[in-house]
């Protein structure tokens, strides 16, 4: 038997070596490598962006440290990385029976109530997030995972191997990621951050490599007959030769195939609640089989470009040419197309209602329903993928147009040019071959980097000037509340109150920009400032007063010359400034003689407070204003704290007199607690103190634009609603 030679024997302990591994599980692991590091490879570019993103959207300077140093360490251990994930996996090829993932201690099982708190809280936390990896990666490709599993028991029959222990399960895959997590160094913020990560951007494309897997090994003729389940099995015995792999069109509603397609599912049984059996088909129609329904919408697809692109048609409209009768017949479509059909019309009904989107890019998006209906239509992964590169582009044009304004007539306008020919490329080439979305979002992606890049240059420089500019007026108002605190109730002279708000001044905000509040340069200046008062107004007069003139004006005079001769002060104006000093200090001394001469004068008698009945107060007022005053309050804080949860990135809509523009939180001043909010292009339009900009939001001036995704959005909602109605 063929097979027979594929089959390994074994040593005593259950296991074999790598040299009498099958033939079959060498090329799998031979080809799981290098697909792996490309998947990984893949993922370190998404990731340097990603991370670039959150740092640029933090809320702290905290959250945007950890966010920087993921990504520092990632570009850094990239290839130690791979290599290490690599070599991890071949282990558990070549020690099959002997290699177990658990015993790498990043499981939990082991971890007892008695022993938990000699686990670090750092290693803790690595461990769960590992554990919720490895679960979502087996509930999301739980059958191929299980179908691989299965033929690679199949090839080594005496070895007892947990699901675990195969060789590219989930456990052997994030196991080994975590090990290679464990060298880099930073602290377990930005751990966890990278682990995120990796559910994110690596976890979400692994579906090809656990096909290509399975692929693998029943071209070596393994279990070729196996499938995930009978539905499965049902549904591809039917198939016809050449057709399409079976998408949501190909099945009966509630006739999953594995867990992939448990979303469309869910949505077929919401959309016929309360209506078991029911078919919409008239009586007498001819059922549109997909192949000729597919011809169809293409047709109607074509016809769309030379439609005007201003106006925004509903789906049902578009489809009227598909079902309309000719020659005496009148056409239908199968239940379960009805339903994609249904379910891209809500979809698209949600997008186009949407507020966020400005009517021009709606009227472009609206473009899209044909070719995205063709796609749900064909491509079994569109509601069950969030990765599905045609609702990822569709999530991409409407992000790009969250941010978009109107140019004036006669003016360039890039990114709808960009917008309208991604549009135009669809609608005129797409057939149902998926890949073009992917191209397209590809081209499209690269694009908006490219503008990202450019806007965030801009943006960076409006940030340096805005927080240089707050550092200025913070020194300014530093150095005025140290003056003012130390002149009050001092007598100054005129020249000497004009030293200090001149030249002193520079040279006090000029050291505060240097050194800051906490030097011990700034320490000493503002003692200076204090001795400098104090010698030309002596508060309190003492017996001793006199002698601590002498002794301290000179050392005041030679660290004022010093001081302003750091900021290169006007040599000629610094001993002008020293003269009026000199002759201060000589106004104190002969006040000193004079005052000694004086006899004491007696102190009048302070006159007797006059207190006044407090007036009597109405009753009920009190109570009244107090019930105003604290629902007043109650709505301030809550427009407060609407102003506070606003992060850098985020898009608003600024309405005025010329219009309503919208615009984006590029950067938020501690120093002075000021919001600045920029256009598309990256020039300041707007900024506003917390205090007004709560005002601004409770008025209407400003509104909030939710920027998240719009296709999971329009999926959520479409969900809810079904639902609500079903509880109705």
């Not at 003689?593 to 008698?605: F, S, T, Y």
Request: net charge negative; glycine share 8%.
């Amino acid at each position: 038997m063929a097979q027979d030679q594929k089959v390994v024997s074994l040593n005593r302990h259950g296991s074999f070596d790598r040299f009498s591994m099958p033939s079959a599980l060498i090329r799998l692991r031979d080809t799981a490598g290098p697909e792996l590091r490309r998947v990984l490879s893949q993922f370190f570019d998404n990731a340097d962006d990603a991370l670039f993103d959150m740092a640029d959207r933090a809320g702290s300077e905290g959250d945007q440290k950890a966010y920087f140093d993921a990504m520092r360490e990632l570009r850094l251990r990239r290839r130690n990385m791979t290599v290490s994930v690599l070599q991890y996996v071949s282990r558990a090829f070549n020690e099959m029976g002997r290699f177990d993932p658990a015993l790498g201690g990043s499981g939990l099982e082991d971890v007892s109530p008695d022993s938990l708190s000699l686990v670090g809280h750092a290693e803790l936390e690595q461990k769960v997030a590992i554990e919720n990896l490895i679960s979502k990666l087996r509930t999301r490709y739980l059958d191929s995972i299980k179908l691989l599993t299965a033929r690679v028991e199949h090839l080594v029959p005496g070895v007892k191997l947990a699901e675990r222990q195969m060789p590219l399960s989930p456990e052997v895959l994030c196991t080994g990621l975590g090990e290679a997590c464990g060298d880099l160094d930073i602290d377990i913020r930005a751990k966890l951050v990278v682990l995120k990560l990796f559910d994110k951007l690596l976890f979400a494309n692994l579906d090809e490599f656990y096909q290509g897997a399975n692929r693998l090994l029943i071209g070596e003729g393994v279990l070729p007959d196996l499938k995930a389940s009978k539905e499965s099995a049902a549904g591809k015995a039917q198939q016809q030769p050449g057709q399409r792999a079976p998408g949501p069109a190909a099945q009966a509603p509630g006739q999953a195939s594995g867990s992939g397609q448990a979303t469309f599912s869910e949505l077929s049984e919401l959309l016929h609640q309360g209506k078991p059996g029911q078919d919409g088909a008239p009586a007498g129609a001819v059922q549109l089989d997909i192949g000729t329904l597919m011809i169809r919408l293409g047709e109607v697809q074509i016809s769309t470009l030379s439609g005007g692109t201003d106006r925004v048609v509903p789906l049902a409209e578009l489809l009227r040419p598909v079902l309309q009768p000719e020659g005496g017949k009148v056409y239908s479509v199968r239940q379960v197309d009805s339903d994609v059909i249904n379910l891209v019309s809500m979809l698209f009904d949600f997008i186009l209602e949407d507020r966020q989107l400005p009517a021009v890019m709606k009227a472009l998006i609206a473009r899209l329903q044909i070719p995205v209906l063709k796609v749900a239509l064909s491509d079994q992964n569109f509601f069950n993928r969030g990765g599905h590169p045609a609702r990822k582009l569709l999530n991409e044009l409407a992000m790009a147009g969250i941010g978009w304004t109107e140019k004036p007539a006669g003016q360039r306008d890039p990114l709808r040019e960009k917008v309208e020919q991604v549009v135009e490329r669809l609608l005129h080439d797409f057939t149902d071959n998926v890949e073009m979305f992917a191209e397209l979002l590809a081209d499209f992606g690269h694009f908006m980097d490219l503008d990202r890049r450019r806007r965030e240059l801009v943006e960076q420089r409006l940030r340096d000037a805005e927080e240089g500019r707050a550092r200025q007026e913070y020194a300014a108002q530093a150095v005025t509340d140290l003056i003012v605190e130390l002149t009050a109730g001092r007598d100054i002279p005129v020249p000497i109150q004009g030293m200090l708000n001149e030249p002193w001044r520079k040279y006090l905000q000029w050291l505060f920009l240097r050194e800051g509040d906490t030097s011990v340069r700034w320490q000493h200046a503002v003692e200076l400032t204090g001795r400098l008062v104090w010698s030309v107004d002596p508060q309190p007069v003492t017996d001793t007063t006199r002698t601590e003139l002498l002794r301290a004006i000179p050392t005041i005079v030679d660290e004022l010359r010093k001081a302003l001769q750091d900021i290169s002060w006007d040599p000629f104006a610094t001993d002008g400034a020293i003269r009026d000093l000199e002759l201060a200090h000589v106004d104190v001394f002969q006040k000193l003689v004079i005052a000694r001469n004086r006899p004491p004068q007696p102190v009048p008698a302070a006159p007797a407070p006059v207190i006044a009945e407090p007036a009597a107060p109405v009753a009920g007022a009190e109570s009244s204003v107090a019930e105003e005053d604290q629902e007043e309050l109650a709505a301030r804080a809550e427009w407060l704290a609407r102003a506070d949860s606003l992060r850098v990135g985020s898009w608003i809509e600024l309405a005025s007199d010329k219009g309503k523009l919208r615009c984006k939180l590029a950067a938020f001043i501690k120093a002075t607690g000021k919001y600045i909010f920029v256009n598309r292009n990256g020039a300041k339009v707007a900024e506003y103190y917390r205090e007004d900009l709560a005002s601004a939001l409770a008025s209407g001036e400003l509104s909030m634009l939710d920027d998240g995704l719009i296709f999971d959005r329009a999926l959520e909602s479409i969900i809810d609603n079904l639902r609500s109605s079903r509880r109705d």
